[in-house]
């Protein structure tokens, strides 16, 4: 009997040191998993900018929904009913290697409500003015040489001759588009 008890309390001792063994192993095969991956973190800056005519100051487009790059055009009294008018030309930047797509979206108001009779687009430019027929960037150009690709683009604001008179904004948000990849 005495023989079967040592056997027993021997098992039970092995059984022990093994158990400790496979929990001693497991937590290292955790902490080597842990310890063996290199972490760290990466800033990434948004590489499209619309620059501020006024301040000339870069709005960065911060994502696809344009927040941050919206330029107000104040028309109030530069524009008389029946006419056209450019504003521009403005500038956007580049700083990826890589081209940038991207969207517009245009908005007139008169105070917080949508106009009447007002209407704006967005035209063709270069870097001396605006060309009414000239295409609208639909991209910025990737950078080269550490310089930023560049767009030029103006706003033609054009008002029927039954406009009423008013304190129109013209709206423009630049939105960088989502590529696939």
Avoid: H, W
């Avoid at 937590?27 to 499209?48: D, F, H, I, N, P």
């Avoid at 007002?118 to 950078?143: D, H, M, T």
Wanted: some cysteine; glycine content about 8%; proline content about 4%.
């Amino acid at each position: 009997m005495a023989k079967k008890k040592k056997q027993v309390t021997m098992l039970r001792t092995l059984l022990l040191v093994t158990a400790i063994f496979a929990v001693s192993a497991l937590a290292m095969a955790g902490l080597l998993t842990y310890y063996a991956k290199v972490v760290g973190t990466v800033e990434v800056r948004q590489s499209v900018r619309l620059v501020d005519p006024q301040t000339k100051q870069e709005l960065v487009c911060s994502d696809t929904n344009g927040n941050d790059c919206t330029l107000n055009v104040n028309v109030l009294g530069s524009i008389v009913a029946g006419d056209t008018t450019y504003f521009g030309p403005y500038e956007i930047r580049n700083y990826a290697s890589v081209e940038a797509p991207i969207d517009f979206e245009v908005k007139v108001k008169e105070g917080d409500q949508e106009a009447e009779g007002v209407n704006a687009r967005i035209v063709g430019a270069n870097e001396e003015g605006c060309y009414e027929n000239a295409q609208v960037p639909s991209s910025v150009p990737r950078k080269s040489n550490d310089e930023p690709g560049k767009v030029y683009f103006c706003v033609e604001v054009t008002s029927k001759l039954n406009a009423l008179a008013g304190n129109y904004t013209v709206t423009v948000t630049v939105k960088p588009r989502q590529t696939s990849g």
